[in-house]
C-alpha cells in the first residue's frame, strides 16, 4: 500500500515509521542516498518530513466557505457565459470530441471562446471505452496522424492504464530517457494550464488590480540546507499591491495514473515526494501567498486533484532533527489534504474545478487586499 493510504493519522505514522526504522530528515540528508532533486524522492524523505495523508474528501475543507459560494453562483447561473459554456462541455460529448480534428474544436467554439480548452482535451479521452473495460486485456487502434493516444475511461474512476513511471522528454522530473511510449505530461500540462486559466480569465474582471492568473512557466525552487531543488509545471500566481509575485498554487502533471490499489488510482510515494519536496522549498522561500499553507494541483490526463499542506512554523522548527517515530504534538507534522479525483470530461468533475479554482481566487483576494473591499467578480 502507497504512503498516501497508509498513514492518516499521526499513530499509524508512528507505528509505521518505527517498524521501517525511518530516519530522521537530517539524518537521511547527511546519509549516501539523500537526493537533492525532489522528483526523486520518495518513502524515506515521507518518513523524514513526517507527512499525513487524510483520507481525500470532495472538496478542500480549508476553502469551505469560499467553494460553498462559488457552489452556489454556479447554481444560480451567476458566473461568466464563458464559465458556464466551461461548465456544460462539449456539445458533442467527449467520445466525439476525441474524433475531431484541432482545427475543427477550434472553429466550431470560436464563439464561446471554449476551442483551445477542448481541443487541449480531445488528445486525452480515450474512444470506445466502456465501464470495465480496463479489468480485461484489449487490443489497442493505433491513433490517426498528429493525435497523441490516451488511456482514459468515459466512467467517473480513473483508468487502470500501463504502469509508466519516466517521461521521455524534459520536465519536472529533471532528465531525459529514451522511451517510445506516448508522451502524454506535456499534453495534460496544456490542458490543466488551458481550462484553469480560462477559469481565471472569466472569473474576474478585465480591468481588475492585482488579478489572480495562470503561470505557464516552469519554477524552480531551490533550498540551500540541505540543499535540494524542485521544479514545478507551472501554477497559479499574483502580484500584490507592491508588485511583489506570490504563488497561490503549483502544478504538478504526470501522463499516467500509478500505482493502481483495488483496482483505483492512487498517488505513488515518487509522486506524493516530489510534491512535499516542491512545497517545503515554496514555504521556506516565504513566496507562498497564504504562508503555512500551501496548495498544489495534481493533474493527470484529464483529471486534477486539489491538494492543501499545512506547513507550519512549528513543524519547521523542528522537521530536520526529529525523529519520525517519536511521539508529538499535531504541529510538528506535514498535513497533507486532499481531493478525490475530479474527471474534468463530467459536468460534476468540471463544476467541482471550477469551484476550487474561484475558491483560491477568493482565498488570494483576502490576503492581497488586506480586507479592503475590491471589485466584485464577473
Not at 520518495?42 to 518530513?49: E, F, I, M, R
Not at 519516466?166 to 531525459?176: D, L, R
Not at 514555504?283 to 499545512?310: C, P, Q
Amino acid at each position: 500500500m502507497e504512503f498516501y493510504d497508509l498513514n492518516r493519522t499521526p499513530a499509524i505514522f508512528r507505528a509505521n515509521a518505527e517498524a521501517k526504522e525511518a530516519q530522521s530528515f537530517q539524518d537521511l540528508a547527511s546519509s549516501n542516498v539523500w537526493q537533492t532533486a525532489a522528483s526523486r524522492w520518495g518513502t524515506g524523505q515521507l518518513y523524514a518530513c513526517r507527512v499525513i495523508c487524510p483520507r481525500p474528501t470532495r472538496f478542500l475543507t480549508i476553502l469551505t466557505r469560499e467553494f460553498e459560494a462559488a457552489k452556489e453562483k454556479a447554481r444560480r447561473n451567476e458566473l461568466s457565459p464563458v464559465i458556464q459554456q466551461l461548465l456544460r462541455g462539449p456539445a458533442e460529448g467527449p467520445a466525439a470530441l476525441s474524433r475531431m480534428t484541432e482545427i475543427l474544436i477550434i472553429h466550431t467554439y470560436a464563439k464561446e471562446s471554449m476551442g483551445h480548452v477542448w481541443a487541449s482535451l480531445a488528445p486525452l479521452i480515450e474512444r470506445n471505452t466502456q465501464p470495465g473495460d480496463h479489468d480485461r486485456p484489449r487490443r489497442r487502434l493505433l491513433p490517426p496522424p498528429g493525435r497523441q493516444p490516451s488511456s482514459t475511461p468515459t466512467t467517473n474512476i480513473p483508468p487502470v492504464s500501463t504502469p509508466s513511471t519516466e517521461a521521455s522528454y524534459p520536465s519536472s522530473v529533471g532528465y531525459v530517457e529514451e522511451d517510445v511510449a506516448p508522451l502524454l505530461e506535456d499534453v495534460t500540462v496544456r490542458f490543466a494550464s488551458e481550462f484553469v486559466r480560462c477559469i481565471l480569465n472569466h472569473a474576474q474582471k478585465p480591468t481588475r488590480k492585482c488579478s489572480v492568473h495562470w503561470r505557464v512557466q516552469r519554477m524552480k525552487h531551490i533550498v540551500a540546507a540541505p540543499k535540494w531543488t524542485a521544479i514545478d509545471d507551472g501554477g497559479i500566481q499574483v502580484a500584490d499591491r507592491n508588485n511583489r509575485v506570490y504563488q497561490v498554487a503549483l502544478l504538478e502533471a504526470k501522463r499516467a495514473f500509478q500505482p493502481i490499489q483495488d483496482g483505483r488510482p492512487t498517488v505513488s510515494d515518487e509522486l506524493l515526494g516530489q510534491i512535499v519536496g516542491e512545497a517545503l522549498a515554496l514555504r521556506l522561500s516565504e513566496n507562498s501567498l497564504f504562508g503555512d499553507e500551501i496548495f498544489v494541483v495534481i493533474a493527470i490526463k484529464h483529471y486534477l486533484k486539489f491538494l492543501h499542506l499545512n506547513i507550519s512554523q512549528q513543524f519547521l522548527a523542528s522537521f530536520r532533527t526529529m525523529d519520525p517515530a517519536a511521539s508529538a504534538n499535531p504541529g510538528h507534522y506535514l498535513n497533507v489534504n486532499s481531493t478525490e479525483w475530479l474527471n474534468a470530461a463530467t459536468q460534476e468533475g468540471r463544476r467541482n474545478i471550477v469551484c476550487h479554482t474561484i475558491a483560491l481566487v477568493s482565498k488570494a483576494d483576502t490576503i492581497v487586499w488586506d480586507g479592503d473591499p475590491i471589485e466584485d467578480d464577473l
